[in-house]
């Protein structure tokens, strides 16, 4: 079981539900692995403070091109959509901060000139907290490559946990790389009109990815009715409602987790997962 909990937009609460929904998990038994794929910015280690056991450089693929090999054709800067290589009066040049990494000029070159290098992206750490396998994904500064991050990251998912994977926000190749594969997405949004603008367009995300979703509303007595009035009028299920409350702020200001800091949020947060459980496979 693979849930993933994505927004459309940054500061909605995602990561607080991930990590209290992983470690409600764990405490009741369930195998559960956390995965923080928002990788340009993760925070989920705040309110986890996992034991890291494991730390590993990723890397991607960059071309690197023998000069003494190299005959000036031009084809690999002709076929690279990144313009990560481009050949100017016969000479080859490089930009490996810019390449995707998809072999394409190394596949392309007549002289078998070109070779494949390895060029560090971040790194991806593991291990354990609250009884909660843990996992995440820290990109370098100026890194472009963030879906092969996270596609590192997710590859160590357990194939016998309930993972619970943190995308980053928004809806661009990051969030549909992280949300991919998943068995249920929990759209988590607030009740304003920039929460309803941007849970629109996280909707026609999933649609169109054909994943299984419904809503989970943080700060659900702020705002106003619309996003509640959008669900109904798109038959989308609204799974979970956590209320303004200052105590949780507080928790959160302090990197503590909802189910520590206030009582009966820990069966909320189990009962999610029943919910989730019995919504997995329905579109
Ligand atoms: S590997 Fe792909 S993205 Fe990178 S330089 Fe070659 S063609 Fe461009
Ligand atoms: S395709 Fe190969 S031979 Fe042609 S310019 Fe590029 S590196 Fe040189």
Redesign the pocket.
Known sequence: MKIAIASGKGGTGKTTIATNLACSLARMGTTAQYLDCDVEEPNGHIFMKPDIEKTEDVTIGVPA?DTE?????????QLCQYSA?I?LKGT?MTFEQLCHSCGG?MA????D??REIPRKIGVAEFGRSDGVYFGHGKLDIGVIQTPALIRHVKQNAMANAVVVVDAPPGTSCPVIEAVKGSDFVLLVTEPTPFGLNDLKLAVEMVRELGLPFAVGINRCDIGDEEVASYCRQQNIEIILEIPDNRSIAKAYSEGIKIIDALPGYEEKFVQLYRDINRRAGIK
């Open positions: 091109v090999k190299c005959d000036g054709c031009g084809k690999c800067g290589i050949c080859v000029c392309v070159c007549p002289q000139a070109i």
